[in-house]
Antibody, heavy 119, light 112 residues
Framework: EVQLVQSGAEVKKPGESLKISCKASGYTFTSWWIGWVRQMPGKGLEWMGIIYPGDSETRYSPSFQGQVTISADKSTDTAYLQWSSLKASDTAIYYC????????????WGQGTLVTVSS | DVVVTQSPLSLPVTLGQPASISCRSSQSLVYSDGNTYLNWFQQRPGQSPRRLIYKVSNRDAGVPDRFSGSGSGTDFTLKISRVEAEDVGFYYCLQGSHWPYTFGQGTKLEIK
């Protein structure tokens, strides 16, 4: 059974760094893209970017390029989303999801990680 | 960027009645390979999004047949033939034909 299990909620201050995780199981991690989707409070879904763990090729939506870093660790079947300097506007739920290129479709989703940035 | 506009943004429906959600794109979503990458997701209250329909009209495994997708070019529709209580939540379309890929703003379906 495919599962994506995300790390727990985080409360951070502006300017702090953060790395959240998404652990995959039930499939060959290096053979599928994984993406990240943002949902700001009371708002819709935003496509952030994807990574292919097999070779770490990464694609960012222009809105998120330079704002976050997506990475993956093949040894632990885990994808990451990180910030070097958080802003209050980064407060959101972040979902990881497996991306299926032939269908341009997220087929499995994690449970979401709530990130709260407040002074 | 391709702008994807959903309507209505709020959809009150009586149980057992049909519902229809529109998704319109600012450019044709027919990709160079002939496919149209327009997908639909459901997000129930307090849950992660869930896949529903891919490439306009293909219902995913386990999705009830009361859900159907249709459309072409720039105009697409998600229909629920008879709304049930478990259908409450938000519905999003996602276009995967033009980079950067973009979601619609979402439609909230509620029971009247």
């Amino acid at each position: 059974e495919v599962q994506l299990v995300q790390s727990g909620a985080e409360v951070k201050k502006p300017g702090e760094s953060l790395k959240i995780s998404c652990k995959a199981s039930g499939y060959t991690f290096t053979s599928w893209w994984i993406g990240w989707v943002r949902q700001m409070p009371g708002k819709g879904l935003e496509w952030m970017g994807i990574i292919y763990p097999g070779d770490s090729e990464t694609r960012y939506s222009p809105s998120f390029q330079g704002q976050v870093t997506i990475s993956a660790d093949k040894s632990t079947d885990t994808a990451y989303l990180q910030w070097s300097s958080l802003k209050a506007s980064d407060t959101a739920i972040y979902y990881c999801a497996r991306w299926w290129p032939p269908l341009r479709y997220f087929d499995y989703w994690g449970q979401g990680t709530l990130v709260t940035v407040s002074s | 960027d391709v702008v994807v506009t959903q309507s209505p943004l709020s959809l009150p429906v009586t149980l057992g009645q049909p519902a229809s959600i529109s998704c319109r794109s600012s450019q044709s979503l027919v990709y160079s390979d002939g496919n149209t990458y327009l997908n639909w997701f459901q997000q129930r209250p307090g849950q992660s999004p869930r896949r529903l329909i891919y490439k306009v009209s293909n219902r995913d495994a386990g999705v009830p047949d009361r859900f159907s997708g249709s459309g072409s070019g720039t105009d697409f529709t998600l229909k629920i033939s008879r709304v049930e209580a478990e259908d409450v939540g938000f519905y999003y379309c996602l276009q995967g034909s033009h980079w950067p890929y973009t979601f619609g703003q979402g439609t909230k379906l509620e029971i009247k």
